[in-house]
Nanobody
Framework: QVQLVESGGGLVQTGGSLRLSCTASGRAFITYSMAMGWFRQAPGKEREFVAAVTWTGGNTNYADSVKGRFTISRDNARNTVYLQMNSLKAEDTAVYYC?????????????????WGQGTQVTVSS
């Protein structure tokens, strides 16, 4: 069993930055070689992939819409994954979720992820 808790969301102006954190408890990242991902869901839209990182942190995967602006990283000693979001746009407004991928691939497919956090709201005002 893994519990994931996101934090760091909030209200920011266009062009601003936020850093989201997701801390896992119950099982350590490294023990189960989990990849970690971030997804987001805007009102009236389907949940979409944002970024993922393998358990070593050596491989990352990003949605085209966030490439060059967002950076995913992880600290296995702290059981925490981060999403640094820069140059934020109004279309980045959504609830952001972190999730664990037990296969360790860092997939962009939501069904590959088994545990999910409760989400944190990010609102970008124009």
């Amino acid at each position: 069993q893994v519990q994931l808790v996101e934090s760091g969301g909030g209200l920011v102006q266009t062009g601003g930055s936020l850093r989201l954190s997701c801390t896992a408890s119950g099982r350590a990242f490294i023990t189960y070689s989990m990849a970690m991902g971030w997804f987001r869901q805007a009102p009236g839209k389907e949940r979409e992939f944002v970024a993922a990182v393998t358990w070593t942190g050596g491989n990352t995967n990003y949605a085209d819409s966030v490439k060059g602006r967002f950076t995913i990283s992880r600290d296995n000693a702290r059981n925490t994954v981060y999403l640094q979001m820069n140059s934020l746009k109004a279309e980045d407004t959504a609830v952001y979720y972190c999730a664990s991928d037990p296969k360790g691939w860092g997939s962009n497919i939501a069904s590959q992820y088994d545990y999910w956090g409760q989400g944190t709201q990010v609102t970008v005002s124009s």
